[in-house]
């Protein structure tokens, strides 16, 4: 991916408004392959500082102070590649642009602006004066010498607006609002290219139209040997014409070879952007909404880099293509007279046997597409459950299950293909036909006398040259038509409903910890009965309180609901005293601990899994973490401790330690609102005494809401509520509720 970010950086931004290299800039702002603390301070550092010049700089437009704090409160990740800025640029309402130029050619529109240094850090530039440069910084304005900040400028510049005054568009996901189909994608796909990558567009035209005028030299000397040549023996013409006609062909060649790389220029820049703006699609989803099995999403992925593909060549091919078979009519007219008749049957002819072939292929590609993807999720399943499968000796049942998937695949693929390379192969024989029709035109045209013998040879070239674009064309066509009726997955991917915040504000507001739930119901989609009917609860800031019931009572809904990971359908959730939808999801959520009845860890290092979304974590709140949790006991009992990878889904830990490694990740940031899911389940008696004993001092005035069935975790509850078939039974003190449950197990 690095390599390949590198290439397009070399290839693509290069050649946009005379932009750096991206690796360059990425270098510049704390990217390099660095020491790991090195390497994270150095993208703090340059990153959010770069960031902070932003946000001031969009200010100014708007006439706005800076608030509080900067904006590293209002982004989740570090700014450390133009990628991921632009991603955290979201926040702050403005666009980003950058450019290789020095300060002094710079003009009064220009400002404000940030240079970016050669040491990675950079500077808000207001204007420029006789006297030097207005910088900005935390201190306020402060003019530099001219020769100082030139000497220190790295040679990136870049431009801030806000949106409101840029492209008119809403967010960086614009392309692909109100897509409700596959044609939809495609559509957007070709105007995100042509908004994005247009000069290179432009200069991929132009190649095709050279190429296109380089075309009619084979044509024009074949005619001059047979009617200039061969009657009058002219050997000096003829070496003159040749040196020409291959002068010519080399030409081609390279137009050729630089259509070749700038349309894979092209589509490959605007795949990186746009799978990286699908898989965002995905992540900020609403759960309820999000897609559930990975294989329809890894098949898409596939099919954005086959649309990108194939957009800028279906682009360049109907600007140029079709007006250049017009223009190369009238040459053919002019040569050969009624000879221009072959290529229109031709052109006839391809079109509706592509029809034929599509009408064909049609339903037969919907078919192996949602077959394809039933192949890919059963792979993910059985790889995920490979240990479950054996132990239930289910693998026979799952090969004759992938057999019978497999030979479905196998026929509507094969009558796919069929219908595909009946299209393709009908191009061939339709050129060879049409020059055959040229060669029986021509023959009466030279009985006429209206046309010569090289006139006819050249025409016979010259059809097969018009012809072969434009069945190219079609055939690109059909394979739009194609992929429109596959992208319809894809579409539905992206016209997902986003979480988002009612109010921006909400970003700097911290979050003390109470809770209330007016009226909440909730019912899990497809599922017979509510989860949660009706539910009115109040939690103060500072309350340890405990939820017990039997299984499917509501606990573990109710928590997901008050970290805002679904919606009620009716009621309020209020979080110290505001709707939680006020808030940023990722504000919210950051601000709250929470951990799962499920531990889920990822294929990384113990560190990165406890401190998973952190761009930074303090030494102290991360040994915090590990030790109420018991994590720093494991780790120091692992040869490569904090470094040690745990495996796909943490298969490498046993179920109480993933536990642990969940319980340090909802401790790390100290939060002010501990949400916890049956925290000790998988742990034995022993080490779940331990962390209720470390965990009882960690959650003075925090406040603590824990769903169990363990007796034991009751010490660290003062109130204790009864959940029954989605609505509470009982709230009060501990001890009373316990007591009013007569004796029997709270559990």
């Known amino acids: 991916m690095n390599r390949l970010r590198s290439l397009l950086g070399k290839r693509a931004e290069a050649a946009q408004a005379n932009g ?29 500082h770069l960031l902070s010049g932003i946000d001031r700089a969009s200010r100014q437009w708007r006439d706005q102070p800076t608030p509080p704090g900067g904006p590293e409160r209002h982004v989740e990740a570090d700014p450390s590649s133009p990628e991921t800025l632009a991603a955290a640029v979201e926040h702050l309402d403005a666009r980003v642009s950058y450019v290789t130029a020095r300060l002094e050619d710079l003009v009064k529109q220009d400002f404000p602006c940030i240079a970016l240094l050669k040491d990675g850090s950079s500077l808000l530039i207001n204007a420029r ?186 682009m360049a091919a109907v600007i140029v293509d079709v007006p250049f078979f017009f223009l190369l009519m009238g040459v053919l007219y002019l040569i050969g007279g009624l000879v221009v008749i072959a290529p229109l049957v031709g052109v006839f002819g391809l079109a509706g046997l592509h029809a034929l072939g599509h009408a064909r292929t049609g339903s037969a590609i919907q078919k192996s597409v949602e077959i394809t993807q039933k192949q890919s999720n059963q792979v993910f399943e059985t790889v995920a459950a490979l240990e479950t499968v054996k132990a239930a000796t289910a693998q026979t049942h799952l090969l004759r299950r992938w057999e019978r998937i497999s030979d479905e695949a196998g026929y509507y693929g094969h009558r796919a293909r069929l219908w595909a390379g009946f299209a393709a192969q009908s191009t061939m024989i339709v050129v060879q036909a049409v020059i055959v029709l040229v060669l029986i035109i021509g023959v009466y045209q030279i009985g006429t006398g209206a046309m010569s013998v090289g006139a006819l040879a050249a025409s016979s070239l010259l059809v097969g040259r018009m012809v072969a674009p434009i069945g190219n064309l079609i055939a690109q066509g059909d394979k739009a038509l194609q992929l429109s009726e596959a992208l319809n997955g894809l579409a539905q991917v992206l016209s997902t409903p986003q979480e988002s915040a009612g109010d921006a504000t909400r970003g700097n507001s911290r979050i003390r910890g109470g809770l209330a739930l007016n009226g909440v119901s909730f019912a899990y989609a497809g599922a017979g009965k509510k989860a949660l009917d009706n539910i009115h609860l109040s939690i103060k800031p500072g309350e340890h309180v405990g939820i017990i019931g039997r299984v499917g009572c509501g606990k573990s809904t109710l928590l997901r609901l008050a970290l805002r990971l679904h919606q009620p359908e009716t009621g309020s959730v209020l979080i110290d005293g505001q709707d939680i939808r006020q808030f940023p999801p990722h504000v919210l959520r950051r601000a709250c601990g929470f951990m799962r009845q499920d531990a889920i860890l990822f294929d990384d290092t113990l560190y990165n899994n406890i401190c998973l979304g952190l761009d930074h974590v303090d030494d102290s709140d991360f040994d915090f973490a590990a030790e109420i949790s018991g994590v720093s006991q494991m780790a120091a009992n692992l040869p490569n401790g904090y470094s040690t990878r745990v495996g796909m889904r943490g298969e490498a830990l046993s179920g109480g330690e993933r536990q642990m490694v969940a319980m340090a990740r909802a401790l790390v940031t100290r939060p002010n609102l501990l949400l916890l899911d049956e925290p000790t389940a998988a742990m034995d008696n022993a080490l779940e005494l331990a962390i209720i004993r470390r965990l009882r001092p960690a959650l003075v005035s925090k406040t603590l809401i824990v769903a169990t069935h363990r007796v034991p975790v009751l010490e660290l509850v003062d109130r204790l509520i009864v959940m029954e078939r989605g609505h509470i039974v009982a709230d009060g003190p501990k001890q009373q509720v316990l007591a009013k449950l007569n004796g029997t197990s709270a559990a």
């Not at 790991?36 to 550092?45: C, R, S």
């Open 20 to 48: 750096p290299d991206r690796e360059q800039i990425a270098a510049r702002i704390g990217k390099r392959p660095q020491p790991p603390q090195a390497a994270q301070a150095d993208n703090q550092a340059g990153g959010q």
């Open 129 to 314: 004066t006789p006297e030097g440069y207005v910088i900005e910084g935390d201190s306020g304005e402060r003019i530099m010498a001219t020769e100082a900040l030139e000497a220190r400028q790295s040679g990136t510049v870049f431009f801030v607006r806000p949106r409101s005054l840029t492209d008119n568009a809403e967010s960086d996901d614009a392309p692909f609002r109100e897509v409700r189909d596959g044609f939809g994608v495609f559509r957007d796909v070709m105007a995100h290219i042509w908004e994005t990558r247009r000069r290179l567009l432009m200069q991929l035209i132009l190649a095709s139209a050279l190429s296109y005028v380089f075309l009619l030299a084979l044509p024009l000397f074949t005619m001059a040997v047979y009617d200039r040549v061969v009657p009058h023996r002219a050997m000096e013409t003829l070496w003159a014409l040749s040196l020409g006609v291959l002068l010519a062909l080399g030409l081609d060649f390279q137009l050729r070879f630089v259509r070749m790389k700038l349309v894979d220029a092209i589509g490959a820049s605007a795949y990186l952007a746009l799978q990286a703006r699908f898989f965002r699609r995905v992540l900020n989803a609403e759960l309820e909404s999000a897609p559930r099995v990975a294989g329809p999403i890894a098949h898409q992925v596939r099919e954005i880099e086959q649309v990108c593909n194939l957009a800028p060549t279906l």
